[in-house]
T-cell receptor
Framework: KAGVTQTPRYLIKTRGQQVTLSCSPI?????VSWYQQTPGQGLQFLFE???????NKGNFPGRFSGRQFSNSRSEMNVSTLELGDSALYLC????????????FGQGTRLTVV | QKEVEQNSGPLSVPEGAIASLNCTYS??????FFWYRQYSGKSPELIMF????GDKEDGRFTAQLNKASQYVSLLIRDSQPSDSATYLC???????????FGSGTRLSIRP
């Protein structure tokens, strides 16, 4: 069974540009969550999608957006990139329900210069 | 008050000893609790989950849950240098369907 796949693994962008990251969840998982991780900040929750609908949202500006497709694959977009957006972006997939653990992809390392 | 709190460490433990990692949570109705291990530059990896009060053992790892006191802990027996990593506590609160992570405890096993 394939795990969570994130692409690309590494990305370098210039300030002001926009970027799109992709996440393919484990087969059968319908929930996809996105996190930003920077040194010293821990995992910061961005948003969660379930069945193509955003179910939860963290405290990030509107420059951060996402969507989920009918096959549960999800994309995250960041517009007007800032230096502070440099981080490891992690995607996690899980089944529906309370007692469901999340499995992470390898992450996308975004560097904004 | 943070929803999930952990001591950031670093926690330094000699090789072969027991490492004890603690986590407290604010939502008394939380039902699901997880421990993830994250090596530097890598993504978090699920190592334990626990739903009921008491202890749950898996190899060298034991998760302990005390819902009355709202804490969950992870014990690592016979600590190895390969256990050096950041350990993240995660909770699914009763109020939301998302998993909430603590900021992690950095564990260092010294030979």
């Amino acid at each position: 069974k394939a795990g969570v796949t994130q692409t690309p693994r590494y990305l370098i962008k210039t300030r002001g540009q926009q970027v799109t990251l992709s996440c393919s969840p484990i087969s059968g998982h319908r929930s996809v969550s996105w996190y930003q991780q920077t040194p010293g900040q821990g995992l910061q929750f961005l948003f969660e999608y379930f069945s193509e609908t955003q179910r939860n949202k963290g405290n990030f500006p509107g420059r951060f957006s996402g969507r989920q497709f009918s096959n549960s694959r999800s994309e995250m977009n960041v517009s007007t990139l800032e230096l502070g957006d440099s981080a490891l972006y992690l995607c996690a997939s899980s089944h529906q329900g309370q007692n469901t653990e999340a499995f992470f992809g390898q992450g996308t390392r975004l560097t904004v210069v | 008050q943070k929803e999930v709190e952990q001591n950031s460490g670093p926690l330094s433990v000699p090789e072969g000893a027991i490492a004890s990692l603690n986590c407290t949570y604010s939502d008394r109705g939380s039902q699901s609790f997880f421990w993830y291990r994250q090596y530097s530059g890598k993504s978090p990896e699920l190592i334990m989950f626990i739903y009921s009060n008491g202890d749950k053992e898996d190899g060298r790892f034991t998760a302990q849950l005390n819902k009355a006191s709202q804490y969950v802990s992870l014990l690592i027996r016979d600590s190895q240098p390969s256990d050096s990593a950041t350990y993240l506590c995660a909770v699914i609160p009763s109020s939301a369907s998302k998993i909430i992570f603590g900021s992690g405890t950095r564990l260092s096993i010294r030979p």
